[in-house]
Antibody, heavy 131, light 110 residues
Framework: QLQLQESGPGLVKPSETLSLTCSVS??????????WGWIRQPPGKGLEWIGS???????YYNPSLESRVTISVDTSQKQFSLNLNSVTAADTAVYYC???????????????????????WGQGTTVTVSS | QSVLTQPPSVSAAPGQKVTISCSGSNSNIGRNSACWYQQLPGTAPKALIYDNNKRPSGIPDRFSGSKSGTSATLGITGLQTGDEADYYC???????????FGGGTKLTVL
């Protein structure tokens, strides 16, 4: 049974880089059918998709965060990671990793195969940005 | 402000039926399939409906989904107190080139 587990510092200082890792167990991270994504939820608010990665390394970012986000994958370690730089208090949130099914989406006016709905989620990890 | 609009809250009595709407546009629900997630208090979201109306394995048939034009709807019948949760719709937005979620709807089972 697929399980996802987020890990990383729970406290990050303003202007620094938030770094989280998601460990995948019970399924192959190199499956051609799936993508691996990050979603966050500020306290008391809704969900926001941050970005996703395919096992080959292809990345898909939310344009609203793209300038600050890097997602990478290490298939040998069955992990994928999130780096979010120049953080502020507005980046305080519960961060979830999730498996996403593949689907055909329009990205920058081109139809591509990319990340679609999330079918399995990690339990989430709380990250607070504060000095 | 979410691209997908959901009512902030809905309520109904145990055993009754409730529907939750998700209103979008031609760039999201109008051209892409919708899905729904359930988030019980203090837990991670869980997939309820995908491809507008399909249920993942293990999701009871009390939960149903539909789509018409630029709106999607989640239906829950035979309400139980354990259904009290936040419910989110989601889909791809082709104009934003991003996955988007609705603002969430809090279901109270009175």
């Amino acid at each position: 049974q697929l399980q996802l587990q987020e890990s990383g510092p729970g406290l990050v200082k303003p202007s620094e880089t938030l770094s989280l890792t998601c460990s995948v167990s019970g399924a192959s991270i190199s499956s051609s059918s799936y993508y691996w994504g990050w979603i966050r939820q500020p306290p008391g608010k809704g969900l926001e998709w941050i970005g996703s990665i395919y096992y080959s390394g292809s990345t898909y970012y939310n344009p609203s965060l793209e300038s600050r986000v890097t997602i990478s994958v290490d298939t040998s370690q069955k992990q994928f990671s999130l780096n979010l730089n120049s953080v502020t208090a507005a980046d305080t949130a519960v961060y979830y990793c999730a498996r996403q099914k593949g689907g055909y989406v329009v990205m920058l006016a081109a139809i591509i195969r990319g990340p679609y709905d999330m079918d399995v989620w990690g339990q989430g990890t709380t990250v607070t940005v504060s000095s | 402000q979410s691209v997908l609009t959901q009512p902030p809250s809905v309520s109904a009595a145990p055993g009754q039926k409730v529907t939750i709407s998700c209103s979008g546009s031609n760039s999201n629900i109008g051209r892409n399939s919708a899905c729904w997630y359930q988030q019980l208090p203090g837990t991670a979201p869980k997939a309820l409906i995908y491809d507008n109306n399909k249920r993942p394995s293990g999701i009871p048939d009390r939960f149903s989904g539909s789509k018409s034009g630029t709106s999607a709807t989640l239906g829950i019948t035979g309400l139980q107190t354990g259904d009290e949760a936040d419910y989110y719709c989601g889909t791809w937005d082709s104009s934003l080139s991003a996955w988007v979620f609705g603002g969430g709807t809090k279901l109270t089972v009175l």
